[in-house]
Structures are given as structure tokens and as C-alpha cells.
């Protein structure tokens, strides 16, 4: 069974539809890199695979379950579920341990104490180990990123979603959030990512999908998608990408 | 280095810029002079001048009344001091009532809303008088008769519909993403508020809450139509007393000791404010 599955998911703003009749499965351990132009509607589908929108048709199954039913509670499966986004989106007014423990503490009803080394130990995975108690405007961009990841893995999700980690920082600060990428894929997470990172995508990703207005055109294994790709709309895409 | 070593030290820049800054300095303390001269010469010139100036610049009379309307500033104080937190929590309680999404709270929503209206359009000088003389005129037992009580409410209930609109400002400031991050994480409604939001929204508003305190600071004057002796009626009793608007002025001044200073800060906070954020 697999791990996340979209089956024909519709989504759209005030009538205009963004996402089209979108079916996908990420199996477990996979990593998937959704690419496409801007605005084709890759940070909407992730925003939906952890029910921050809500979906107007099709299904969304978390392990089998439907969890895009209208009824269910959303918070239970978003604590399941993390994501991560372009502009870091820590708050400003916590340092980055109190950013990281808040979740745990409130949701899970963990004490400090007994938080710490745990948090202390991925503050040290990411190599920031020296930067817990500062606030996020005394972090840089690409350290500021690793705090937002740390504060996902923080809640122990089963499935990570990240929208365009990278876009926001300079190129030498690129590597280094890519790198705690392949750890976690190492590691075994399940990931899904919208990305303008060709060359990581091509290295690390299990799938790529190719986005074009909604729809995905496109999908298979790096080597098809960027070596053989057989949509009209891919090659363009790729062509102007590689330019 | 071209620039520098000219003239001490300095460039020709911050050379430039000291001169410009002593020509404006001198320019501007001439003009205001110009104008303190005038009014001091022209003004005592009026044909009423001397009537004015004894009734309410009489020195005799600032000197005499000074100590006692202090003292009875204190009581201002004391109002004060008690109005401003409650007025901060009530606020608090009123701004979230006014953002709560739960249908079953919806009849909080409703009282909220109807609750900021009401105040913010009725003026505070008919509240004090309502609720300061209405309730007591229940025939309450003391000392739940006493004015202190029900005119305090009376600004309290006021103030804080203002302040409630001022920390639902702050509540909206705060960007979407946010929210959004917070959700992410599993925490529930009441958490994202309390641990994500309000922390950022208060702390946003500071300078407008600091306005706020100067306005509330005077109006606890109004108090003193319904009985408590602070400074603006102990001012009117020695007014009869001495047939002499003198201690009004004396009571403006004691006024703009406190006020003065605290506009200042709170102009000095929201400047800051604006400067970290842009
Ligand atoms: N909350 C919203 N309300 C209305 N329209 C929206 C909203 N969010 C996204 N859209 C629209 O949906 C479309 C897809 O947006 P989305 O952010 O998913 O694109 P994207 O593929 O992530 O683009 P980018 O690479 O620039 O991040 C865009 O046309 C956008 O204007
Ligand atoms: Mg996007």
C-alpha cells in the first residue's frame, strides 16, 4: 500500500481552478520532486497533502486512510504529516528552541526536560548546535531553514513536504540545506518537494512529476523526465530551465 | 584616503554636513526667538493683559495651591494605576471574543462586536455619569456604593473597547504564514492564538496601547464630576475658593509633567518600530 496516495484532486481559488484531476502515490521511504513553471500549482498540492487547504474533489489517502474526508479533525494528520516552507516561517518571537520544542510540548504534552536531548541531538545533526538559544533574526537564511526542518522532524511525522526550501537563500547556503535533504532520505522519510533544483532532483529523487498549469503531464524516474522527456511541454519547460 | 585627514580627522562629507547642521541650528533658534520675543513684548501689550494675568498667572497663588493639588494627583495616580491593567485585560478577553471562529461561541461574537460599537460611540463623560451615578443610586451597602468604583468601571468598560479594536489591529498584522506554519504542526486553534499570535500582535501595538495610557491618564479627571476630590476638583474648590483660575493652570502643568514626558516615549517606541521594520 502506499504511503500517500492522490487519487483525481481538484483544487481551486474562488472558481479559478488550480490543480486539475492530479492522481500520484509516494511510496514509502520515496522521495518525489514535483518541478514546473511558477504558478503551476505545486505549493497549492502540497498545501492540500497536509489538509492546510481543504480540496474540492478527488481523495487524499494517508496509509490507506481517506483523510481528505470533510468531517475529519485536521490537526491529528497534520502532526503526522510536515511541512516546510520557502520563507522559513519561524516565529520571531521564540528562539530556535523554543521554536522547535513548542509542538511537542503542546501537542504531545512533553515536558522541557525531557525534550531537550532530544532537540539537542538534531540541533546537532544539522550542525547548529551552537545556535539553540538564538532568535531567528540572529540566524541566517540557510540556518534559519534548518531550524524550520528541525521543527518538523521535531513532531516525528511519517511524511515531510517541502515547498522550494531553497529559493529563498544564496547559492552557497543551497548545499548545506540540500545536504540534511539526503540525510533524511538516508534515513528512510518518505519526502515530497516542489523544486527548482534540476541537478538535486535528478540525483536524489525516486519520481519527478512535471506540473504544467494543474496538470501533471509528466511523471517517471529522473533519467526519463530529464533525458528522455517525452511531453512537448516538458521539453520546453526543461530547455528553458537549462538555459 | 584621499578624502580623509582634511581638517581632523574628518571627510568631506562629514565636514559638509557639520556646517550645514550649525546653519540650520543657528537659523532655527533665531526665528524661534524672533517668535518668543514677540509674544512676550505684544501679549502683555493686549488692553485685558493685566485682568488675564492675575487670574491665571497669579505666582502667589501657583505657590499656595501647588502642594495640595499634587497631593490630590496622587489620587489621579492611583485611578490610573488601577484602570490600566484591568482595561489591558478586558481588552485582551473583548479582542478575542471578537476572533473566535467556533459557531457554538458565536453569541461572544455577537456581544463583542455590539460591545466595541457601543463604547467607542458613546461618549466616556455619559458613561461616568451613568454607571457612576446609576449603580451606587441602586442603594448598594458600602463600600459598594463608592464612586472610586463605578467610575473606574466606567473608564475601564470605555478604554478597553478601544484597546480591544487596537490589539484586533494587531491580531490581523500578524502575516497568514504564520497561522499557517503553526497549523502545520498540529497545534489546535487556542494554542496558535495563544502561543503564535497574541505574543506577536501585543508586542506590535505597544506604541498605540502607550497613547492609549496618555489618554487615560487625563481622563481620570473625569472623575471628578462624580465626586472623588482629585486634582481637577480640588482645583475648582480652590478656584471658588480664591476666586482665581490660577490653580486650573497649576493643574495643566502638573499634567504635562507626566504627559509630555510619556508622549515622547511612546513617539520614540513607534519610530523604533518603524525602523526595525522597514
Ligand atoms: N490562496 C490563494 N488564493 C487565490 N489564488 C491562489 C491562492 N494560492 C495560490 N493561488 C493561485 O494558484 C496558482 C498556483 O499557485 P502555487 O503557489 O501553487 O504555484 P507554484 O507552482 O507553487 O508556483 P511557484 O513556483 O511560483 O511557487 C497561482 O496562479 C496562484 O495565483
Ligand atoms: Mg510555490
Known amino acids: ?243 | 584616503m584621499a578624502n580623509s585627514g582634511v581638517g581632523g580627522g574628518l571627510t568631506r562629507r562629514q565636514l559638509f554636513e557639520r556646517r550645514a547642521r550649525r546653519r540650520a541650528l543657528i537659523i532655527a533658534s533665531t526665528s524661534s526667538l524672533a517668535v518668543v520675543l514677540a509674544i512676550v513684548l505684544l501679549v502683555p501689550l493686549a488692553p485685558g493683559w493685566e485682568a488675564v494675568k492675575n487670574s491665571f498667572f497669579n505666582g502667589e497663588v501657583f505657590l499656595r495651591t501647588f502642594p495640595t493639588l499634587l497631593r490630590a494627583f496622587l489620587l489621579d495616580m492611583l485611578i490610573f494605576a488601577w484602570c490600566a491593567p484591568l482595561i489591558a485585560i478586558w481588552a485582551l478577553v473583548i479582542a478575542i471574543c471578537r476572533d473566535v471562529q467556533s459557531p457554538a461561541l458565536y453569541p461572544l461574537r455577537i456581544f463583542a462586536t455590539i460591545y466595541t460599537d457601543v463604547f467607542r460611540g458613546v461618549p466616556v463623560i455619559l458613561v461616568v455619569y451613568l454607571i457612576g451615578f446609576g449603580v451606587p443610586g441602586l442603594g448598594l451597602p458600602r463600600p459598594w456604593n463608592s464612586p472610586y468604583i463605578w467610575g473606574s468601571l466606567a473608564l475601564i468598560l470605555t478604554y478597553s473597547a478601544y484597546v480591544a479594536e487596537i490589539y484586533r489591529s494587531g491580531i490581523e498584522s500578524i502575516h497568514a504564514s504564520q497561522r499557517a506554519a503553526a497549523h502545520s504542526l498540529g497545534l489546535s486553534g487556542a494554542d496558535v492564538m495563544r502561543f503564535v499570535i497574541l505574543p506577536q500582535a501585543v508586542r506590535r501595538v505597544v506604541p498605540a496601547n502607550m497613547n492609549m495610557l496618555i489618554a487615560l491618564q487625563k481622563d481620570v479627571a473625569l472623575l471628578s464630576f462624580i465626586g472623588p476630590v482629585e486634582i481637577f476638583r480640588q482645583a475648582g474648590v480652590y478656584k471658588s475658593l480664591l476666586a482665581n483660575f490660577t490653580p486650573y493652570v497649576v493643574a495643566a502643568v502638573i499634567f504635562l509633567a507626566i504627559t509630555v514626558p510619556a508622549t515622547r516615549f511612546a513617539d520614540a517606541l513607534l519610530a523604533r518600530q518603524n525602523r526595525a521594520r522597514s
Do not use: W
Open chain 1, 1 to 243: 500500500m502506499a504511503r500517500l496516495e492522490l487519487r483525481n484532486v481538484a483544487k481551486g481559488f474562488g472558481g479559478v481552478p488550480v490543480c486539475r484531476d492530479i492522481s500520484l502515490t509516494v511510496e514509502s521511504g520515496d522521495m518525489v520532486c514535483l518541478i514546473g513553471a511558477s504558478g503551476s500549482g505545486k505549493s497549492t498540492l502540497l498545501r492540500c497533502m497536509n489538509l492546510l487547504e481543504p480540496i474540492d474533489d478527488g481523495a487524499i489517502y494517508l496509509d490507506g486512510q481517506d483523510i481528505s474526508e470533510p468531517e475529519l479533525d485536521p490537526q491529528p494528520i497534520r502532526r503526522r504529516i510536515g511541512i516546510v516552507f520557502q520563507s522559513f516561517n519561524l516565529f520571531p518571537h521564540m528562539s530556535a528552541a523554543e521554536n522547535v520544542m513548542l509542538a511537542p510540548r503542546r501537542v504531545h504534552h512533553r515536558d522541557r526536560a525531557s525534550l531537550l536531548p532530544e532537540i539537542q541531538a538534531l540541533f546537532d545533526r544539522f550542525g547548529l548546535a551552537d545556535r539553540m538559544q538564538h532568535y531567528p533574526d540572529q540566524l541566517s537564511g540557510g540556518q534559519q531553514q534548518r531550524v524550520a526542518i528541525i521543527r518538523a522532524l521535531a513532531m516525528q511525522p511519517e511524511i515531510m513536504l517541502f515547498d522550494e526550501i531553497t529559493s529563498a537563500l544564496d547559492p552557497q547556503l543551497v548545499g548545506e540545506v540540500l545536504d540534511v535533504l539526503r540525510q533524511l532520505k538516508s534515513q528512510g522519510m518518505t519526502m515530497v518537494l516542489a523544486t527548482h533544483e534540476m541537478g538535486f532532483a535528478r540525483e536524489a529523487a525516486d519520481k519527478v512529476c512535471f506540473l504544467h498549469q494543474g496538470v501533471i503531464v509528466e511523471e517517471g524516474p529522473p533519467e526519463q523526465i530529464f533525458d528522455a522527456p517525452e511531453a512537448p511541454e516538458t521539453r520546453a519547460f526543461l530547455q528553458a530551465v537549462v538555459k
